[in-house]
C-alpha cells in the first residue's frame, strides 16, 4: 500500500475498503450493488439513517441540531450559508485564516455585507488571532471561522467566543478528528472527502430553530429547510458516498469514538512535529507552535533544490502527497484521521534519514 498523505480526497480506512469490496456486487443479499439501489427503498433508506445517526452519536449532536447531507462540496457552502443567513442590511463576520476563508468570505460580498473580524493574514497565516485580535459585534448575523487551515496548516484550538452570535464553521478538514461542543455552533459543514469519506457528500450540522430562521427566497436546492424537512431525500443523494461515511463512522466508533482518534492524532502529529523540532532548522514549520494543525502538518526546508530533491525522493520512497499546495509552496504531510501511525513513522524516520545525508 502507498503511504497516501494526499490533502483530499485522501487516505480511507484500509479495513473499511475491504468492507465495501467484500459486499459490493451482492449488497446485504440485495443481488445488486449499493449504488444500484433506489434511494427511496428500505435498504438503502437504512443505510442513510445509520450515517446520520452515528454522526449524532460520534459527535455528541445535540437534539435541536439537524444533521444534512447535501452536493456540491464545502464551496457550495460558502454560498449557501450567506444566502440563508445574510438578510439584506445585516453584515456577515469573517476571520480569516488562510485560502478557504478567503473563499468563503468572497462567496459572502456577493450577498451582502460583510466585515472581517480577524486574520492572520499579515504573517502569512502562520497563526490563528487571539481573542483580542478579534471583534464581533453582538448585531453581526454570524461569525464565520474555518477550524483548520488545510493549505497553511494550522487549527483552532479553541474557538472564539461569538459575541452571542451564531457561530459557523468551515470543519471540512478536522471534522471528527476531536471532540467538539456541537452547541457553540450555529452551524458547521464539512466536505466529507478528508476525514469522513469519499468525494461527493458535503456534512451539515444545524441548529434547527436557526435554520428555521432563514430567508425564504433562495431555490429550493439552495434551502437548509428542504433537506431538514426531507431528511436529505429531496433529490436524490449521493448514495454512495453516503455508505461510504457510515462505514468510517463504524471504523472511528470501533477505535473507541473520537477521544480515541484524538489520542491517535495527537501521537502521529507529534512525531511528525518532532522530526521538524529536533532538525536544527533543517526542516522549519509554516505554523507557528501554539497553531499547529494536527491534520496538515506544513513546512519547508533552507532552499528551493534541497527541497525539490527531498520532495523527489520522498515521492520514489513511495510518499505520495508530500508536496505542499500549489499556491504556498514548500511540503505538506496530511495527516487525517485514517492514515495509519506506522505512515508517520515511516515519513518521521525518512526526515532524519534524510537530514543525516544531506
Ligand atoms: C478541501 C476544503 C474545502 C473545499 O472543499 P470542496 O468539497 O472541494 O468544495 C473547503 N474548506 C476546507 C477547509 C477544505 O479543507
Redesign the pocket.
Known amino acids: 500500500m502507498a503511504y497516501n498523505f494526499n490533502?483530499?480526497p485522501a487516505a480511507l480506512p484500509l479495513p473499511v475498503l475491504e468492507a465495501v469490496q467484500a459486499e459490493f456486487v451482492n449488497f446485504k443479499g440485495t443481488g445488486m450493488s449499493i449504488v444500484e439501489l433506489s434511494h427511496r427503498g428500505k435498504d438503502y433508506e437504512a443505510v442513510h439513517n445509520h450515517a446520520k445517526s452515528m454522526l449524532y452519536k460520534l459527535l455528541s449532536i445535540p437534539d435541536d441540531y439537524e444533521v444534512l447531507f447535501v452536493q456540491?462540496?464545502?464551496?457550495?457552502?460558502?454560498a449557501m450559508v450567506p444566502m440563508n443567513f445574510l438578510a439584506s442590511g445585516r453584515t456577515a463576520n469573517y476571520i480569516l485564516t488562510?485560502s478557504?476563508s478567503e473563499?468563503?468570505l468572497k462567496e459572502a460580498e456577493k450577498i451582502g455585507n460583510t466585515y472581517i473580524g480577524g486574520s492572520s493574514e499579515d504573517r502569512n497565516y502562520s497563526y490563528i488571532p487571539s481573542p483580542d485580535q478579534i471583534q464581533i459585534e453582538p448585531d453581526h448575523a454570524y461569525v464565520h471561522i474555518?477550524?483548520?487551515?488545510?493549505?497553511f496548516g494550522t487549527q483552532w484550538h479553541q474557538f472564539p467566543d461569538p459575541n452571542g452570535v451564531p457561530l459557523v464553521a468551515?470543519?471540512?478538514?478536522d471534522i471528527l478528528s476531536r471532540p467538539i461542543d456541537v452547541s457553540q455552533f450555529g452551524l458547521i459543514y464539512?466536505?466529507?472527502?478528508?476525514n469522513l469519506g469519499p468525494?461527493g457528500v458535503?456534512v451539515v450540522i444545524i441548529r434547527r430553530d436557526w435554520m428555521e430562521a432563514a430567508a425564504d427566497k433562495n431555490p429550493i436546492m439552495l434551502k437548509y429547510t428542504t433537506h431538514a424537512n426531507a431528511n436529505s431525500l429531496y433529490n436524490t443523494p449521493p448514495t454512495f458516498a453516503i455508505y461510504l461515511l457510515g462505514k468510517v463512522l463504524d471504523w472511528a466508533d470501533g477505535l473507541g469514538g473520537v477521544e480515541a482518534v484524538l489520542a491517535q492524532n495527537k501521537a502521529k502529529a507529534q512525531l511528525l512535529y518532532d522530526a521538524i523540532d529536533e532538525s536544527d532548522g533543517f526542516y522549519q514549520g509554516h505554523a507557528e507552535r501554539e497553531a499547529r494543525s494536527m491534520m496538515n502538518v506544513t513546512f519547508t526546508l533552507a532552499d528551493k533544490e534541497l527541497e525539490s530533491k527531498f520532495l523527489q525522493e520522498a515521492k520514489a520512497r513511495g510518499f505520495v502527497g508530500v508536496n505542499g499546495h500549489r499556491s504556498v509552496g514548500g511540503c505538506r504531510a496530511s495527516i487525517y484521521n485514517a492514515v495509519p501511525m506506522e505512515a508517520c513513522e515511516a515519513l518521521r524516520d525518512f526526515m532524519i534519514e534524510f537530514r543525516s545525508r544531506n
Open positions: 490533502a483530499g456540491g462540496g464545502a464551496s457550495l457552502q460558502f488562510g478557504w473563499k468563503a474555518t477550524s483548520n487551515n488545510t493549505i468551515d470543519m471540512s478538514s464539512a466536505g466529507a472527502q478528508k468525494a458535503t
